[in-house]
């Protein structure tokens, strides 16, 4: 106890000089090492100001020890010797109390007593991990029900209270939204007493369960909050005016909250309201318009509050959930709204709140109670008792599970088919899987056998995953890395690639929630990731690149479906599968590659090149060969590719062209915007539509024992003439004996060959399979190569 206070002057913050009674004990000294008090005043020096003369107060003496290895001892500070400590709860480590001082005890505490044993400083503190399902175990209820189940004791219920009906007299509510608010509760408490403060021990427990004690009203609701599950809130009945009422928000009320922060209300918010508007958010905090006011607003010149109205509800969990997280303002009382509350406990929880109220604060419970609720039935479940056997793979037979269930609180009626009405407090417990898992949880995963599956015969991969993986392996062992990026993209890309308005790519499938806000849409093609990965490798000192990746890219259908529930029970039929594709955007596979950089190092071996146009096309040819599809190539123009080194990639399909991507050079502007190293190049195509026309695993070619006789022709062309279309022309010509054909040379001198003009040197390889070929059966099929080429697209042999 405080015996006298000197204050020191001429310091640059206030120290006071105190002398202190504690007792023949001496405080908390024995418990935290030292050898006990002598029963004579102790001086002690200290900063706090939040203490009196005549104040119980928590002394350390020295030979102590504080938590954190702090060693109390006499010491000269300031001009005096302190013979100890004055302690605040952070120092004791009980956390922060809401007072930033140090701990001042009820007077009735006896001098001498020791605080370790006073303020259960040395208790067992369970730290447990609660699943989003298991909203019931955020209670001490939910966790006392857990462990009378695992250790086979029996279950005191704290919610099992004598609570009287419901009676006219209570306070006045109108629920004006019985879907958000299907049950409310409202008991009023009068005469609180302007002193009563929050009990030590209500107090530490609010402390070990991480809530700071604010007044004796709100620390009881928490602490029935945290003792049943069910949140509650208490109104000064003083500033509440009128009916209490639920409903749902205005577009554009405001409210400020009992943090002080004034928000802007939603139409979905879920309000609670009296005459004047909105006097809290439901289930998630209340209004400071009618906070609660303590003993210590009364010393500042205010009014204590002596009456309250105690509300228990039942709210909507989406409703709350979507608050919470509208105003980012996650609560206590909203962890629980959103994972799910006991509707069954608001009458309960009120009554226990108005017991612990008279009791602590010597208040009078009025005798009228409201109780407004929605009829509502018990959700109940039918189940085949062999069904947790089924899917566990493990035989427990039908009282093992009937017996799991009545364990957690259900009834369970019937044989082989039971009908099983899930408790309140499990709103989880939704279907016959849930109850199966908890039959399984609660007779152990760890007993559930190691067991293979039989995989059916005839469900290997399908031939489009084989073609996926053989891309893959033939674009690494060309010299790609594989980058694997995230399918979002934002719509501003397609700006930044340079795409026209009406491109069919700027059509997106958005996101009803994306991850990220600058990114709320699938992507349509593969560049951005790969363009986005290129830059990254390319800022971090990684300069020379090629990168590729196979993926999926969306595109939305033209008819919206909703995809229907597939059956867990079994394998999805086929028009199950059917069913879900066609509620799914349109997902092609792509693949593309982008080249920055060298593509060939220079060394003591050459001087190597850079990566250009000619790479990023003969990587689509190579994707082309793994399909066993005939790639088309011919100069094109579209989005991010610079127009004069651009290749459209087509196909020929029932003899029309049909294009599968491009390849190139990419725009200058492009690059510039992207922030691209210079003379990136990229490729991307259909790999579904290869698939389609291609003929399959690529077959091994022939090998023939007879020799090859080689040909070689330079034809003039028209410098506008695709080279494929002339390649095309000679290998129709040449007919079956033609075994292979390849450019090796482009010449454009216009002083020799004219003004746009080119030549083309082709290297033509002839071989039967049956007999070595003659120079006349090799030059013939050579000049009806060159003649049809003439024909189809003008050539001449060069001279």
Not at 237 to 250: E, K
Request: glycine share 10%.
């Amino acid at each position: 106890q405080v015996l006298t206070i000197e204050e020191l002057e001429g310091f640059k913050k206030p120290i006071r000089f105190c002398t202190v009674n504690v007792g023949q004990a001496g405080g908390t000294s024995q418990a935290f090492g030292s050898g006990g008090g002598t029963g004579e005043p102790q001086e002690i020096v200290c900063g706090a100001r939040n203490f009196a003369v005549g104040d119980k107060v928590v002394v350390v003496l020295p030979g102590a020890t504080l938590p954190g290895g702090f060693s109390i001892s006499a010491r000269k500070t300031y001009g005096k010797t302190s013979h100890g400590m004055i302690c605040s709860s952070d120092e004791l480590g009980m956390g922060d109390d809401g007072t930033h001082g140090i701990i001042v005890l009820p007077p009735e505490t006896e001098v001498g007593k020791d605080a370790i044993e006073l303020l259960e400083l040395v208790d067992e503190v369970l730290d447990i991990a609660v699943t989003a399902n298991r909203g019931d175990c955020l209670s001490i209820r939910g966790v006392a029900r857990e462990t009378a189940i695992a250790y086979g004791l029996p279950l005191r219920d704290p919610a099992l209270l004598d609570v009287p009906g419901p009676n006219a007299y209570g306070y006045p509510v109108k629920i004006a939204d019985p879907t958000g608010c299907d049950r409310f509760t409202a008991r009023t408490v009068t005469g609180l007493s302007a002193e009563a403060r929050s009990p030590i021990w209500l107090q530490r427990r609010l402390q070990k369960v991480g809530m700071r004690p604010i007044s004796l009203a709100v620390d009881v609701t928490n602490y029935v909050m945290m003792e049943l599950g069910q949140p509650l809130h208490a109104y000064d009945r003083s500033l509440v005016q009128g009916t209490i009422g639920v409903r749902r928000a205005q577009e554009g009320e405001k409210i400020v909250t009992l943090d002080g922060t004034e928000r802007k209300l939603h139409a979905e918010d879920l309000v609670i309201t009296d005459d004047r508007g909105p006097i809290g958010l439901a289930g998630v905090m209340g209004g400071a318009n009618t906070e609660i006011a303590d003993h210590d607003a009364a010393a500042n010149g205010g009014n204590a509050t002596s009456d309250v109205v105690i509300e228990a509800a039942h709210f909507d969990q989406v409703a709350i959930a979507r608050t919470a997280r509208r105003h980012k303002l996650s609560s206590e009382a909203s962890r629980r709204f959103e994972r799910g509350v006991d509707p069954q406990a608001a009458a309960a929880a009120a009554q226990r709140t108005v017991d612990l109220l008279v009791l602590l604060a010597g208040g009078t419970a009025e005798a009228g109670v409201t109780e407004i609720s929605a009829p509502s039935a018990p959700h109940t479940i039918s189940v085949p008792a062999d069904h947790p056997d089924k899917v566990a793979g493990v035989e427990y037979g039908r009282e093992t599970v009937v017996r799991r269930l009545q364990e957690v609180g259900c009834d369970v009626y019937g044989q082989d088919e039971l009908i099983v009405t899930v408790p309140s407090w499990r709103p989880d417990l939704d279907d016959i899987n849930d109850l199966a898992e908890e039959v399984i949880r609660l007779e152990g995963y760890e007993n559930l056998p190691s067991t293979l599956p039989r995989p059916p015969a005839g469900r290997g991969l399908t031939s489009r995953q084989r073609l996926h993986r053989r891309v893959g392996r033939a674009l690494a062992g060309a010299g790609y890395v594989e980058a694997l990026n995230y399918p979002f993209v934002g719509e501003q890309v397609f700006d930044q690639l340079g795409l026209d308005a009406d491109d069919p790519a700027r059509r997106v499938v958005r996101l009803v929630n994306p991850l990220s806000d600058e990114e709320p849409a699938l992507r349509t093609s593969l560049l951005p990731g790969l363009l986005g990965a290129l830059r990254r490798n390319d800022g971090r000192g990684a300069h020379d690149l090629a990168l590729f990746e196979t993926g999926l890219v969306f595109h939305p259908r033209d008819e919206q479906r909703v995809a229907a529930n597939l059956p867990v029970d079994r394998r999805p039929g086929e028009d199950d599968l059917a069913a879900l594709d066609a509620a799914l955007p349109d997902q092609p596979r792509h693949v593309a590659v982008v080249l920055a950089g060298a593509r060939e190092q220079a060394g003591w071996w050459g001087k190597g090149r850079p990566a250009d146009w000619a790479d990023a096309v003969e990587s689509a040819r190579t994707v082309a060969r793994e399909a066993g599809a005939e790639l088309g190539v011919r100069k094109g123009q579209y989005g991010p590719w610079h127009p004069g080194r651009c290749a459209e990639l087509f196909v020929t399909v029932d003899g029309e062209d049909r294009v599968v991507g491009h390849a190139g050079e990419l725009h200058p502007r492009v690059l510039k915007t992207l922030g691209l190293p210079a003379r990136t190049c990229a490729m991307e195509l259909d790999l579904d539509a290869l698939e389609r026309v291609g003929d399959g695993i690529p077959q091994a070619p022939g090998i023939s024992t007879f020799p090859v006789a080689t040909q070689d022709v330079a034809l003039v062309v028209d410098a506008f003439v695709p080279a494929s279309e002339v390649e095309a022309a000679l290998r129709e010509g040449a007919g079956e004996l033609l075994e292979s054909i390849r450019l090796f040379d482009v010449y454009d001198n216009a002083e020799q060959l004219g003004e746009g003009r080119k030549s083309l040197a082709y290297a033509l390889r002839f071989r039967a399979r049956d007999r070595t070929l003659t120079v006349d059966e090799a030059s013939a099929a050579r000049d009806a190569a060159v003649a049809l080429a003439g024909e189809r697209v003008g050539a001449v042999l060069r001279s």
